[in-house]
Nanobody, 122 residues
């Protein structure tokens, strides 16, 4: 069974950086796409970024393009979300997701982590 465990959330000041990690286990992920979503209080969950387990392409929401970078370490079965130039609008619970054979441009997660809170103070 696929398990995704996020870590790295916290409280930072506006303009700061955080790196989220998502440790994946329970399956061979070579045919999976992986991604990050976020959900702010009172808002629907929204897509942030996605990456195939194998391959160099990436896809980002317009709101984070140029500030966030998704990457993966195959040897560690881990994906990352490097977040720079954070602002209060980035405050949300961030979720890691995985889906078999999913496209990254219209990525829909099938397996989900428990989420990690990111809070940006102004």
């Amino acid at each position: 069974q696929v398990q995704l465990v996020e870590s790295g959330g916290g409280l930072v000041q506006a303009g700061g950086s955080l790196r989220l990690s998502c440790a994946a286990s329970g399956h061979t992920f070579s045919n999976y796409a992986m991604g990050w979503f976020r959900q702010a209080p009172g808002k629907e969950r929204e897509f942030v970024a996605a990456i195939p387990w194998i391959g160099s392409s990436t896809h980002y929401a317009d709101s984070v393009k140029g500030r966030f970078t998704i990457s993966r370490d195959i040897a560690k079965n881990t994906i990352y979300l490097q977040m720079n130039s954070l602002n209060p609008e980035d405050t949300a619970v961030y979720y890691c997701a995985a889906a078999y054979g999913a496209p990254i441009r219209n990525f829909q997660g099938h397996y989900w982590g428990q989420g990690t809170q990111v809070t940006i103070s102004s």
